[in-house]
């Protein structure tokens, strides 16, 4: 896909991001985002919840197009739902200038960072004995370097860059050995003093 074909990135607004910021609409808009589409039905299972909550907050995300019900599939009883395809950023400069604005940032971006550590440490803890074949193709590394902020955001593009390329190649790719795979790239400055306020 060419730069000129890729769908830009949705910068949620306020309305979205206050859609998003409850626990287990967090838990749902991944769910669907690394899964593909699920019921309601399905959903409860995966979370633990009533298939009547997990409804409930299926259509509050779909009120803001976060998700949408997958047309042609699915009964009056039992609709199926998707997350649309392109990505979305979390972050919205506009909301940034005030402190509401930044609180339903963080609590979404909070329960979104806690969904993605839960599954590394479940990962850590599980996944070697539960995934024996996939141990060699794992990749967890830590690394620091002294770069300007010029070289961070020029880093942090071509990581993008090849997480959007393996994505929109595999996205749709079926099979007995195809398994979801999370892809993380952490890359942010360290305090300047070496302190964490």
């Known amino acids: 896909m060419t730069e000129q074909n890729r769908p830009r990135e949705r910068v949620l607004d306020a309305g ?11 838990r749902l808009f991944d769910l669907l985002s690394q899964y593909g589409a699920q019921t309601a039905s399905g959903l409860a299972t995966l979370t633990g919840e009533s298939t009547g909550a997990t409804s409930y907050h299926l259509r509050a995300l779909a009120r803001h197009d976060l998700i949408r019900e997958v047309e042609g599939r699915g009964t009056a009883r039992e609709r199926w739902w998707e997350r649309p395809v392109g990505a979305i950023t979390l ?8 402190p509401a604005g ?6 979404v971006a909070s329960e979104t960072l806690t969904l993605r550590q839960q599954q590394l440490m479940r ?18 590394a830590t690394a620091s370097a002294r770069l300007t902020s010029a070289q961070m955001a020029d880093l942090s593009a071509r990581l993008q860059a090849v997480i959007d390329e393996t994505t929109e190649r595999y996205r749709d790719q079926t099979g007995d050995d195809v398994r979801v795979v999370t892809m993380r790239a952490d890359v942010f400055p360290l305090p300047a003093d070496g302190v964490a306020s």
Request: aromatic share 6%; net charge negative.
């Open 91 to 98: 972050t919205n400069p506009e909301l940034a200038e005030t």
């Open 16 to 26: 979205a991001l206050r859609a998003l910021a409850h626990p287990l609409r967090v």
């Open 123 to 140: 990962f850590v803890r599980d996944g070697w004995e539960e995934a024996p074949d996939w141990r060699d193709a794992t990749l967890i």
């Open 102 to 107: 930044r609180a339903v940032q963080e609590a």
